[in-house]
């Protein structure tokens, strides 16, 4: 199961943090963060999914090491195709991961990779920039917690999917 446990509270401290600050720049501030705090979950929830598919799945020793260290810790990002799906293409193989895909519920399979490519570009602008004194538009820690919900039941879908076809 996918952690929620640490991610909620933390979203929710700083959502009423953005609405009690003192000035514009302590809500951009509290803004900034939920984003890089939702992502940083991201790419740690991802990361769980495939661990937990390789200890159901994996026997030998050298492949159990395998996994986290040469697929896990090679790969820093949250985009669907180019980090998730290539993690655990090199775990399980296309065909696998074609059939769970398949196998997925449609609407939080789309909500989850357009929710992910959204989130790459804002959490982008936001971790390359520093807070100069210009106002600027950010997503209130409300609108990042709707994000995380359709982050976390696509994620959870899939990996439920990946147990019923046997990852």
Same mark, same amino acid.
């Given at each position: 199961m996918i952690s929620k446990q640490y991610i909620v509270p933390s /979203?929710? +401290?700083l959502d009423a943090a953005y609405r009690n600050a003192a000035t514009q720049d302590d809500a951009e501030r509290f803004a900034k963060l939920a984003i890089i705090e939702l992502c940083g979950w991201i790419e740690e929830a991802m990361d769980e999914v495939v661990h *937990?598919? #390789? *200890?159901r799945g /994996?026997?030998?020793t050298k492949n159990l090491e395998y996994c986290p260290n040469d697929i896990v810790k090679t790969t820093y990002g949250f985009d669907y195709h180019k980090h998730f799906r290539?993690?655990?293409i090199r775990l399980v193989g296309i065909i696998s991961v074609?059939?769970?895909e398949s196998k997925?519920?449609? +609407?939080k399979h789309v909500g /989850?990779? #357009?929710? /992910?490519?959204n989130l790459r570009v804002v959490r982008d602008s936001v971790a390359h920039t520093h807070l100069k004194g210009v106002t600027r538009t950010l997503d +209130?820690? #409300?609108v990042t917690m709707g994000n995380f919900g359709r982050v976390y039941d696509g994620l959870l879908d899939l990996y439920r999917t990946m147990r019923r076809v046997g990852w």
């Open positions: /979203l929710q +401290a *937990r598919c #390789s *200890r /994996l026997k030998e290539a993690m655990l074609e059939v769970i997925v519920d449609p +609407a /989850l990779k #357009s929710t /992910l490519g +209130a820690p #409300s």
